[in-house]
């Protein structure tokens, strides 16, 4: 499953969102969604204690200005990258 956050996670239910996440699915930070990816939060905590494999879009972390803040646990990806997450995907869930 490829889940998507594109709202902060300080206005999603990201403890939800983590209790539906298996090993061998996928989250990819998007639009304010990337605010969770921001190094020494609370969200970025408890993201790296999901099973999930973290991305965000480097486009949405630069438009924000983030990237010197941004998690180097995180991987960045462009937009063919989100292609192929959804490739590898057939199942998604927007959060």
């Known amino acids: 499953m490829l889940y998507t956050l594109s709202r902060s996670p300080y206005a999603r239910d990201l403890p939800a969102l983590l209790l539906t996440a298996r090993p061998g699915d996928d989250l ?4 304010d969604g990337v ?5 020494g939060t609370s969200a970025l ?6 099973p999930l494999g973290l991305y965000a879009l480097d486009a949405d972390i630069a438009a924000r200005g983030l990237l010197a ?3 180097d646990k995180i991987t960045l ?6 292609v192929s997450l959804t490739v590898k995907h057939p199942q998604q869930m927007a959060w």
């Open 28 to 31: 990819l930070l998007m639009q």
């Open 35 to 39: 605010i969770a990816g921001l190094a």
């Open 45 to 50: 905590e408890k993201l790296l204690g999901s």
């Open 69 to 71: 803040h941004f998690s």
């Open 77 to 82: 990806i462009s937009y063919t990258g989100f």
